[in-house]
């Protein structure tokens, strides 16, 4: 049970509001950040991620029919009925269709869904990059699994239910890693060689003396899909010349045999595909035997590879705003001492940083000047996978 004094006070009096009654449960989803493994995992590449303290959470109340009603503070209100799942054009990218999706491919595999009331706000900035979708996606999935499932429904099945949706309801063409750090919490550890069973590990983060920062770049990439969904089509054309579904199914090498069959930009996604690969290994060796220093060039490594090969640091021709443009002048101030990177899909949107914490707040100030203080955020490491937690 949790206490009310732990809560918003506010959120429970909206939702007495908007619904004349009250809650009986309180829900916590938080967002995620990348720490290495940029556009890897639709591939069935290697990556690692965590979730963080960035969050979406609120008051849920049972109902009794297949209605659902969702109030989201800077969100459009949702009043949609379970009974019709279909897609509908008008619903396309919208929370509407993210919570039909995820009701579709739980119903569809057998479990139980029904309605429910849903008060609640973000504290995940919106279309930067810090996964807001999949944080949802997997609250609503939680929901259905606590509620109506027994929490019977595996960690998994909720990540793929986040990323069915978003795939075919929200039409942004995701792999599965942003629902999957959601899903189960912490930092861990993913390879997604296998994408019907992905392997899904916890690691110990050992270094106490650092701090991530997120950066809003002020840019959304919510409308930036079709470049998004180009980095797994290019990927995946490659394979598809070696007679392969996905890059993890080849090499590098058989690459090179074909290299005059592709455009440059496909050769160079590749090349990023399979040399990040490598640098997650590095990284997740580093995290284990407390290597500092291999742990910080690993993702600098990652920022070289994500601007030269992949290309998703910012929209051609926009260089001011982007993320390339917050990771060039993070490093000024950053030096050899911490690293940084993007954070998700690309293109505008947010960078991770990772520095030492008695540097952190003079960072911040720093970056403050360029992109404003309200866009800079602590973040930690969130143990927990999504809450739906039952009030007294």
Not at 178 to 206: H, R, W, Y
Not at 218 to 234: C, V
Not at 362 to 388: D, H, L, Q, W
Request: proline share 2%; glycine share 8%; charged share 25%.
């Amino acid at each position: 049970m949790l206490e009310l004094n732990h809560m918003k006070e506010s959120l429970k009096l909206e939702f007495e509001k908007r619904f004349n009654k009250e809650p009986t449960h309180y829900v916590k989803s938080s967002g995620r950040f990348e720490v290495i493994g940029n556009h890897t995992d639709h591939n069935g590449g290697l990556c690692v991620a965590a979730s963080c303290d960035l969050a979406i959470e609120g008051y849920l109340g049972v109902r009794d029919d297949n209605i659902v009603k969702l109030i989201t503070k800077g969100y459009d209100d949702v009043d949609i009925s379970l009974d019709d799942l279909s897609i509908k054009k008008e619903e396309v990218g919208t929370s509407a269709g993210l919570v039909k999706g995820v009701a579709f491919y739980l119903k569809d595999h057998g479990y139980k869904i029904g309605g429910f009331n849903l008060v609640s706000e973000s504290s995940i900035f919106k279309g930067a990059g810090v996964s807001s979708s999949a944080a949802f996606e997997s609250l609503v999935g939680q929901i259905f699994n606590k509620i109506y499932n027994e929490g019977k429904i595996a960690k998994i099945e909720l990540a793929k239910a986040g990323q069915y949706s978003e795939n075919n309801y929200f039409d942004k063409k995701s792999g599965l890693l942003d629902q999957s750090a959601v899903c189960f919490g912490n930092i861990s550890f993913m390879n997604f060689s296998s994408l019907a069973v992905p392997e899904i590990k916890t690691i110990d983060f050992p270094f106490s003396d650092m701090q991530f920062i997120i950066v809003n770049t002020g840019g959304s990439h919510a409308d930036l899909s079709d470049l998004y969904s180009a980095i797994p089509t290019d990927m995946k054309r490659v394979a598809s010349k070696l007679n392969k579904h996905t890059l993890s199914e080849t090499s590098m090498a058989e690459v090179e045999k074909i290299k005059d069959e592709l455009s440059d930009i496909e050769y160079l996604r590749a090349k990023h595909f399979f040399s990040e690969n490598k640098r997650v290994l590095t990284l997740v060796k580093a995290l284990e035997e407390k290597d500092e220093k291999s742990f910080l060039n690993a993702i600098k490594e990652s920022f070289i590879s994500s601007t030269k090969n992949l290309q998703n640091m910012m929209v051609k021709g926009e260089y001011e705003g982007s993320p390339l443009e917050a990771c060039d002048y993070a490093y000024k101030f950053l030096g050899n001492e911490g690293a940084c990177k993007i954070n998700g899909g690309g293109f505008a949107g947010s960078i991770i940083v990772c520095l030492k914490k008695d540097k952190a707040d003079e960072f911040i100030t720093y970056m403050a000047k360029k992109y404003g203080r309200n866009n800079i955020s602590k973040v930690n490491i969130n143990p927990n996978p999504p809450e739906v937690i039952k009030l007294d």
